[in-house]
């Protein structure tokens, strides 16, 4: 069974570019989350994808975008890079139809914008 | 308030004691219960679930949910210097399918 892949690993990009985040979710799953964490707090929801479309999303404005493709993987683009967009982003992956539906998580990749 | 709030800790605990973390909610719709554990750098690995009162068991690791007071915790017994990380407390409300988290507990075993 393969697990949650992310990449890539870190980043660094300066104010105002553009930045592509990919995730394979393991095998088995159908479904997408994906989450922001800052030092020393609890990942925020960004939103979710289920069978290619977003099924949810968190407080976070239209600059921060995703699509899953067929195979389930998923991307996350982030327009308008600010400061503030430093942090761990992490890709979890579920399959929806379980009860509890646990989350699965990626390595995350690490973002800093200078 | 916060939606899930935990004590940030940090909790030191004796290498071989129990370790008690503990988490509370505000979402009375709350269906189901997460506690992940995260290693500095890295990123959250599920330990366990729960969604029916009572305790479940598995291991070293028993969770507890009481859903009349709104908690939920986690006990480690036979603590291991390995089990030092932050605990994360996550919550799955009424929208199925946003977890909210709590912003974690740092856990320190000494040996």
């Known amino acids: 069974e393969t697990g949650v892949t992310q990449s890539p690993t870190h980043l660094i990009k300066t104010r105002g570019q553009q930045v592509t985040l990919r995730c394979s979710s393991q095998s088995g799953h159908n479904t997408v989350s994906w989450y922001q964490q800052a030092l020393g707090q609890g990942p925020q929801f960004i939103f979710q994808y289920y069978r290619e479309e977003e099924n949810g999303r968190g407080n976070f404005p239209p600059r921060f975008s995703g699509l899953q493709f067929p195979n389930y993987s998923s991307e996350l683009n982030v327009n308008a890079l600010e400061l503030d967009d430093s942090a761990l982003y992490l890709c979890?992956?579920?399959?929806?139809?379980?009860?509890?539906?646990?989350?699965?998580f990626g390595p995350g990749t690490r973002l800093t914008v200078l | 308030q916060k939606e899930v709030e935990q004590n940030s800790g940090p909790l030191s605990v004796p290498e071989g004691a129990i370790a008690s973390l503990n988490c509370t909610y505000s979402d009375r719709g709350s269906q189901s219960f997460f506690w992940y554990r995260q290693y500095s750098g890295k990123s959250p690995e599920l330990i366990m679930f729960i969604y029916s009162n009572g305790d479940k068991e598995d291991g070293r690791f028993t969770a507890q949910l009481n859903k009349a007071s709104q908690y939920v915790s986690l006990l480690i017994r036979d603590s291991q210097p390995s089990d030092s990380a932050t605990y994360l407390c996550a919550v799955k409300g009424r929208s199925n399918y946003q977890l909210i988290w709590g912003a974690g507990t740092k856990l320190i075993i000494k040996p």
């Open positions: 979890a992956s579920s399959y929806a139809g379980t009860h509890t539906d646990e989350q699965f």
